[in-house]
């Protein structure tokens, strides 16, 4: 069936570090995949999407870019700010099915 | 001109009430979602609706009932709280089924 992996966290980096968040998929269709961004105690909002094979999705200076020959959609970052510490969900959905979301990889970025 | 709205933000109950949680968008979108987030922040699907019939029920107990009176809203009745059922709870909507979602803020319940 449909499924999403991510790499677990929680992850800590110091400001201005790299971030390369991992996610894989597994699908029977032709998905588009997503990367979801949550800030404490708020609700999941969209950071970005790419819904065919080598798009790159960016925004707020993340970048993430669909490989159907790795199934791959990791996420990254150049460089973190502290304000980027959140929780993050990569997600995958087919038209007409179910949306699938990772189990979340929580960020820390201290200054 | 929020595009989910969902209330209450807090909700603290005994075991054993009857509670709702409310949610509204205004988005136009045909379908609405209930899902919900334990402690460890994953989220699991309990419930969804397109143009107000129930799609998905992801064996949720019966306990849970969405009720949806129009295209724009979805809420979910609870009987019997539990202290299992601590935990933040979502609501969704999207234009169809697979699409990118837009959520609302969240309503934590805590049981006591």
């Known amino acids: 069936g449909d499924s999403v992996t991510q790499m677990e966290g929680p992850v800590t980096l110091s400001e201005e570090a790299f971030l390369t968040i991992n996610c894989t998929y597994t699908?029977?269709?032709?998905?588009?995949l997503f990367w979801y961004v949550q800030y404490p105690g708020e609700g999941l909002q969209l950071l970005l999407k790419a819904t065919k094979a080598d798009d790159k999705g960016s925004n707020k200076g993340f970048e993430a870019t669909y490989r159907k020959e790795t199934t791959s959609f990791h996420l990254e970052k150049g460089s973190v700010q502290v304000s980027d510490s959140a929780v993050y969900f990569c997600a995958l959905s087919v038209p007409g099915n179910q949306f699938y979301f990772g189990t979340g990889t929580s960020l820390t970025v201290i200054p | 001109d929020t595009a989910v709205s969902q209330t209450p933000k807090y909700l603290v109950t005994q075991m054993g009430n009857d509670k709702s949680i409310k949610c509204e968008q205004n988005l136009g979108h045909d379908t609405m979602y209930w899902y919900k987030q334990d402690s460890k922040k994953f989220l699991k699907i309990m419930f969804s609706y397109n143009n107000k019939e129930l799609i998905i029920n992801e064996t949720v107990p019966n306990r849970f009932s969405p009720k949806s009176p129009d295209k724009a809203h979805l809420n979910l009745h609870i009987n019997s709280l539990e202290l299992g059922d601590s935990a933040v709870y979502f609501c969704?909507?999207?234009?169809?089924?697979?699409?990118?979602?837009?959520f609302g803020s969240g309503t934590r319940l805590t049981v006591v």
């Open positions: 969704a909507s999207s234009q169809d089924r697979g699409y990118g979602y837009t």
């Open positions: 699908a029977t269709g032709y998905p588009s």
